[in-house]
């Protein structure tokens, strides 16, 4: 009888060995389990499907474009929030002060409504229309669409108040490149002789612009 009980006890010990072998073992496989999958899921949620950034090497980032700035230019702070960038171009001898390239994005008008309200602030000495004395071009660089536009006289400049000074022998150098997402304005304004020294570099730095 004694026997039997040992046996008995011997079983039992066993079983809970047993059982305690197989609880441990269905603990632990989830744990790894959950392991796994949180590693092969960490790269999804960081990377999130969103492409790196690389700029070429001397290039700048605006906005979703990147664009080749001449050394020559100082970058300045916009004076407006409706500015993305804005540049000053060092004034040559004989002028009275610097030009200026002012960058705009998400603006209204279209390409014409702009061009529009941009010969509007130059008027001709001898009253005739602007736009019959404008040059207007357009050319196609890839999937980029350029429309330059220039025109010299009288620049209203323009104030908070409203009307602002008259400014003769200024001249209107300006861009407007559209890509497949959106399109950028580029409107610059100085002196004649100032602007004419800088309009081979404007339209290097015009031509180099790469929308990422």
Known sequence: MKQNKNLIYGLIVIAGMLLAY????????????????????????????????????????????????????????????????????????????????????????????????????????????????????TETKGTIKITYVSAEGIFLASSMGGAGEEKRNFKLMAAIVETETEPYFFKGTGPVKTIDAFEKEFVRFIESIVAL
């Open 22 to 137: 197989v609880t441990t073992q269905n603990e632990v496989k989830p744990v790894q389990e959950d392991q796994h999958e949180h590693v092969t899921q960490k790269p999804q949620v960081t990377n999130r499907g969103k492409m790196p950034i690389s700029l070429q090497p001397g290039f700048t980032q605006i906005g979703r474009i990147q664009v080749k700035v001449p050394k020559t230019w100082q970058k300045e702070t916009p004076s407006s929030n409706m500015r993305v960038a804005q540049f000053r171009l060092p004034k040559v001898s004989g002028d009275a002060e610097d030009a200026s390239i002012a960058v705009f994005s998400g603006i209204g008008g279209g390409v014409d409504g702009n061009i529009d309200r941009w010969l509007g602030q130059f008027k001709r000495a001898d009253g005739k229309p602007m736009a019959d004395f404008a040059s207007i071009s």
